[in-house]
């Protein structure tokens, strides 16, 4: 049954039902529309729409439907009604008959999408929040793990200067923390009930909406009809997070990837979550990594949808806010399995210490404690700077790494350097010398982790 039938002497067209019909993908707010409808149904009975009876009735008929649909949300489907809000409201008549058909006094199917959205929003990001949580633990857990273990550092992928696998994790835990307290802040905002807004102009009901806003774990009621049912923010702001979150995830399996390589090979990925090949029987992909990468694309791919959707839209709601749905439920589901596979892969990874440590060793990753060591010995840095580039090239040319050059040779560049130069040219120096905040020294290492275990457990 439609819900708007009245004004109308023909059918829709069945192609244009087809193309109009949202239920195929809104079914999803099936529990937020019960949910909604059951408080509505209270408000009604707070202005005398109905009475005690009736709205008991009602809500009993709605919370069998909302244990039905729970129990089988795939139902809903088999339907032909239009949307998830028709299927409720027909739902209910099939069950209390005429009484089911004062449920939507007062109140429109504009302000009633909203507030599904809004609500199913809240508890998505409340899952989101448990996944983010999930992933940073593994990292911290990882960190922990693997805490002296040496990694060369990188810029312009070329070794830069050593780091440590700890050092790595922690880095990525920063970016999941940002992602994590940008979800909180949109939790927060989203916090407005917009039910009560009727169409546009507000309802003709005199209905007290805080207590309306409450009564569905809102903080309070949206403050303009007209905004209420035409705010998609909170859709824009989710999938803002998902795709920033997206792109440290990206980052982090492009990292992974580089590491699980043949050429770095200073990691193996599980062979839980990866594949092999159809032809070549020596291959172990890394495809979860992969398909994070790959999919953050997709994700991208929403948002920019959606604000082309919004963009110029006049107020107030119009049908494209229809479109708002499919890219936000696909953004969100697919953020939340790249979160948890993150998560998996990282469980079970094999980091290659010797490795590591001999690519660290290379690359002229030493060059800057050399500069450094000159700047100590009285020489200005941007002078040291350009003795050690032609130590380095000398060194090339001689196929050794710099800690290889005799003090004789040393010499050459500058008369300076005597044989204390050996002890910093080490990986433990190297490391142990960034000892300010946020340095890769093993006390700041330790500092970072005892700290960032801290405020994972007092969340
Ligand atoms: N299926 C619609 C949507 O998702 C529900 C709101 C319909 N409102 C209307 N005035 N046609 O946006």
Redesign the pocket.
Known sequence: MAL?GGRFSQAADTKFKLFND?LKF?YRLAEQDIIGSIAWSKALLSVDVLNADEQKSIEVSLNELLVSVQENPEQVLQSDA????SWVEGQLINKVGDLGKKLHTGR???D??ATD?KLWCKKTAQELIVHLDGLESKLIELARIHQGVILPGYTHLQRAQPVTFSHWCLAYLEMLERDHSRLEGCIERMNTCPLGSG?LAGTAYEMDRTALAHSLGFERATRNSLDSVSDRDHVVELMSCATLSMVHLSRMAEDLIFYNSGESAFIEMSDLVTSGSSLMPQKKNPDAMELIRGKSGRVFGSLAGMLMTLKALPLA?N?D??E??EGLFDALDTWGDCLSMAAMALTDLKVNEERTKEAAQGGYSNATELADYLVAKGIPFREAHHIVGVAVVAAIEKGVPLEDLTVAEFKVFSEVIEDDVYPILTLEATLAARKALGGVSPTQIEYALTSAEERLASR
Request: proline content about 0%; hydrophobic content about 30%; aromatic content about 10%.
């Open positions: 708007w949202s809104d239009e949307d998830i809000h429109s199917r504009n009633q999408v959205l169409a709601y049908k806010m229809q708002d749905k």
